[in-house]
């Protein structure tokens, strides 16, 4: 009998979308059976959002060096999985800018040893460098266009399939420059997000016209106001404890609501091309920001301890453009050679080897 989650698909690859049925496993008997709607592939063109540009991503990725430098103690300790509570019974999965990345044997979670509180709040609290990411306007169309209506979309799709009801309310934690808060009440929804960057914040409030809450949403108190639809897209691996977030989180969701999550997925082939060439990194994993990379149990298992399960998932990635961009580092990359690499990535996200997941999950039944 299996122990923890397991996952129950259709042999045949799906070409789009699929059921799974998502089972956690104690004692040998199924604690929870999620039926989970899955979603495959997402359209991006990768080359107009970033395009391949060696010089630059040697350029990043040895920022990347400092700022992992600057965080982080070479001598720490990995401690307990952030997700499962485990022992700390870890297995070493890669090494990224003198940072050394574990696996959790019990949930299979990739995580870094945990920097000092004060370090971390530094760097989010006043970066540029991450606010940059969010708020470039060169591309901020494509951004808007091809990254945040269709995760927005999804999510207002998915809250709708388990409230019975347009969803009316989102509030977003770690909202960067505000684009999903401006999108959702672009559709007519009262909208809320919380940001630390202050950059960020600046940013939603002269270009997107949005006031977003600049604080940490752990110290903040909900006062009984309540969301239909609660989001973190891309925050969880930033936080050194994600487990403590999605708690904070789920205090905000209005009965019935659904909670949608996005992480960086471990099992994954950019996983394994920057485990292969962890020289030039300069996204993914990251040790100067991302502490976490989740395997889908151990985000299914942080979901869980809220009393959240998974109702809809969504893999896609930039694996193809991961690669893509090492060979151009490591040689010349043809025009050919780098149009095929790219088109690898459908492939890759029906067999569920991407490296983004975004999951959708509602209050476990009683
Ligand atoms: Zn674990």
């Known amino acids: 009998m299996p122990e923890g989650w397991t996952r129950r698909a259709a042999l045949t690859p799906a070409d789009g979308a699929s ?12 604690v929870a059976a ?6 495959y592939g997402k359209p991006l063109d990768v080359m107009a959002f970033r395009g391949i540009d060696a010089a630059a991503h040697r350029r990043a990725a040895l920022d990347l060096c400092r700022a992992a430098a600057a965080l982080h103690d070479g001598e720490a300790d990995a401690g307990p999985c952030p997700c499962c509570e485990g022992a700390g ?4 999965l890669a090494s990224v800018a003198g940072v050394d990345y574990v696996r959790c044997r019990r949930c299979g979670h990739g995580y870094v040893p945990r920097p000092p509180i004060e370090a971390l709040a530094r760097r989010f ?7 940059a990411v969010y708020t470039d306007p060169d591309t901020a169309a494509v951004r808007m266009e091809q990254v945040v209506a269709p995760k927005l979309a999804w999510a207002l799709e998915a809250a709708e399939r388990s409230l019975g009801r347009p969803p009316a309310s989102l509030l977003d934690i770690g909202a960067g420059a505000g684009h999903m808060v401006a999108g959702a009440r672009r559709r007519g929804l009262r909208a809320e997000g919380y940001e630390l960057n202050r950059h960020c914040c600046s940013f939603a409030r002269e270009r997107l016209g949005v006031e977003l809450r600049h604080g940490d949403v752990l110290e903040a108190r909900s006062g009984g106001e309540r969301f239909d639809l609660v989001t ?7 936080v050194p404890d994600p487990t403590r977030l999605v708690a904070r989180a789920r205090e905000f969701l209005a009965p ?6 996005e992480v960086p997925r471990v099992d994954s082939i950019s996983t394994a091309v920057q485990r292969e060439l962890p020289q030039f990194v300069a996204r993914h994993l990251d040790p100067a920001s991302h502490l976490n990379a989740f395997s889908d149990a151990s985000i299914a298992t942080v979901l869980w301890r809220s009393g959240l399960v998974p109702s809809e998932a969504w893999y896609f990635g930039m694996d193809a453009f991961e690669l893509a961009s090492q060979l151009a580092l490591h040689g010349e990359l043809s025009e050919e050679l780098c149009r095929a690499t790219l088109g690898l990535q459908p492939d890759l996200d029906r067999a569920r080897l991407a490296d983004d997941l975004v999951i959708a999950a509602t209050g476990a039944a009683a």
């Open 256 to 261: 019935g609501g659904t909670m949608v999550v």
């Open 19 to 30: 059921e799974e049925l998502w089972e956690l496993w104690e004692d040998e008997r199924v």
């Open 34 to 39: 999620a039926p989970v709607r899955a979603r």
């Open 232 to 238: 973190l897209w891309g925050v969880l691996e930033y």
């Open 125 to 131: 609290a006043a970066s540029e460098e991450i606010a």
């Open 89 to 92: 019974d870890v297995e070493r």
